[in-house]
Antibody, heavy 118, light 108 residues
């Protein structure tokens, strides 16, 4: 059974940093592309970042480019999102999601809340 | 960037009735479109991918159709557990991967 469990969220001041983790189990982690997606309170879904199964390609939303870094450790079955220079508008629940057989996303974690506030 | 537009924003339906949700893409996404269901406090769940293929464990009352720029999610007979927000997503032209703004299906 596939499980994705995010952690690392919390309250941080504007300009601060946070690192999110997504621990995976139940599938061959090193064989799948992964994404970070976020959802601001009461809003819709916004794709944040992508990493290829082997880490060879990474893409970012314009809203986070230059501030966020996605990475993965296939030996630990864990996905990361390093978030620097955080802004109030980065306040959201952050989900990790796994690419399925097509390019849709077949499994999601339960999310971790990041609040950027002074 | 492909913009996805969903309509209506809110759909009021009685249990047992049919619900039809629409999703329009600003340019063709071929059949590379998915639908997700999200309930309050939960993660999104994949319902439909490749426009019309139900994901594992999804009941047959959910169906998807369309191609190019116009897509539809149909729930043939709404059950109590189907009241939720539904998002369409394109994965034809990326990055970025883009979602519609969501349709909330509420009890009439």
């Amino acid at each position: 059974q596939v499980h994705l469990v995010e952690s690392g969220g919390g309250v941080v001041q504007p300009g601060g940093s946070l690192r999110l983790s997504c621990a995976a189990s139940g599938f061959i982690f090193s064989g799948y592309d992964l994404h970070w997606v976020r959802q601001a309170p009461g809003k819709g879904l916004e794709w944040v970042a992508f990493i290829r199964y082997d880490g060879s390609s990474k893409y970012y939303a314009d809203s986070v480019k230059g501030r966020f870094t996605i990475s993965r450790d296939n030996s630990k079955n864990t996905l990361y999102l390093q978030m620097n220079s955080l802004r109030a508008e980065d306040t959201a629940v952050y989900f990790c999601a796994k690419r399925g057989g097509s390019y849709s996303w077949d499994y999601w974690g339960q999310g971790t809340l990041v609040t950027v506030s002074s | 960037e492909i913009v996805m537009t969903q309509s209506p924003a809110i759909l009021s339906v009685s249990p047992g009735e049919r619900a039809t949700l629409s999703c329009r893409a600003s340019q063709s996404v071929s059949n590379n479109l998915a639908w997700y269901q999200q309930k309050p406090g939960q993660a999104p769940r994949l319902l439909i991918y490749d426009t019309s293929t139900r994901a594992t464990g999804i009941p047959a009352r959910f169906s998807g159709s369309g191609s190019g720029t116009e897509f539809t999610l149909t729930i043939s007979s709404l059950q109590s557990e189907d009241f939720a927000v539904y998002y369409c997503q394109q994965y034809n032209n990326w990055p970025p991967w883009t979602f519609g703004q969501g349709t909330k299906v509420e009890i009439k």
